[in-house]
């Protein structure tokens, strides 16, 4: 079949390589606009752009899908299908109805459950045991298309949003590659979503990553887990922002809520009676430290609060 793909970062290029390993014919990819990047701002090219150019496969970078010489494109490449993974854009029903084997997409989560932005954060956020990947035929709506096929991935106790994600690309790959070969075989079964279990996985934002010792430590370990690699969980100490990368939890110990014993363990006091070990912390704009060596060169006095 001929297939455009579209996609955008780290987590859509296995699923480009898979297809491609897979002998699919892939006649174009449409992917975002390079962005700024890094201290210098340097304009720096999508992932999947730069798996496609090193295979010479023509690449498209329009600031929007909703015009007709978008459209035109698209139609002029006479896909068969269209292959959807983190792209970044919904794509308009003009574009939906191009390929005569339709749309299909990879979303990381077991939908209806965490339709959006950020499924594998939110999972983690949430503390939970199994998420997945689902593969659809996309509709106008927000990742509401029929089911086609679902894998269900354990996440373990102390993995990362990080960890997870390249995880479920992998998944990912293996899971697209296997529903378009039914597709192309015609072997394939179409089940619409329900109404139980659905939720959305909003966009992360900045604003929720400061810690709120109030909570118990589990749910602020899974924030932790969840918020890393971006945006990074973080607390207030000696008047500037510690990010807090890695965490365990641990016995409890009496204490207000945010309370640091700063010694070798660098223990916090958390709602409920609990308690959060903190392994690895950052000053904003300083390199990663163990936590025990962080305080012992960043002393403070007995029974100091965490903000």
Request: with cysteine; net charge neutral.
């Amino acid at each position: 079949m001929r297939i455009i793909f579209m996609g955008t970062p780290d987590f859509a290029v296995p699923c480009l390589q898979s297809l491609m390993d897979a002998g699919h014919s892939v006649c174009a990819v449409f992917t975002q606009p390079d962005k700024p990047k890094g201290r210098g701002y340097a304009m720096t090219p999508p992932p999947v752009k730069v798996l496609a150019q090193k295979h010479g496969i023509p690449v498209f970078q329009p600031n929007t899908l909703r015009t007709p010489q978008a459209a035109g494109q698209i139609s002029g490449f006479h896909p068969d299908l269209i292959a959807v993974v983190a792209y970044g854009k919904i794509l308009p029903k003009e574009i939906l109805d191009i390929p005569p084997h339709g749309c299909i997409n990879v979303h990381a989560s077991l939908l209806p459950k965490y339709r959006g932005a950020a499924p594998i954060q939110w999972s983690v956020i949430n503390g939970d045991p199994v998420t997945g990947v689902t593969t659809m035929y996309m509709d106008e709506g927000l990742d509401t298309g029929d089911i086609l096929f679902q894998q269900e991935v354990e996440i373990g106790p102390d993995e990362t949003s990080g960890m997870l994600f390249d995880r479920l690309s992998v998944v990912g790959a293996e899971l697209l590659v296997r529903t378009l070969d039914a597709v192309h075989t015609g072997n394939i079964e179409r089940v619409k979503q329900g109404k139980d279990g659905e939720s959305y996985a909003p966009m992360l934002k900045k604003e929720m990553s400061r810690i709120d010792w109030n909570k118990p430590a589990a749910q602020i370990h899974n924030l932790v887990r969840g918020l890393s690699p971006w945006p990074v969980a973080y607390a207030a100490y000696q008047g500037r922002r510690l990010k807090i990368h890695k965490t365990r939890v641990c016995e409890g110990k009496s204490g207000a809520p945010g309370e640091l014993s700063a010694g070798k363990d660098a223990v916090v006091c958390c709602g409920g009676g609990t308690a959060l070990q903190l392994l690895e912390v950052q000053y904003e704009g300083s390199r990663k430290m163990d936590a025990a060596d962080f305080f012992r060169g960043h002393p403070s006095p007995e029974k100091t609060i965490l903000g």
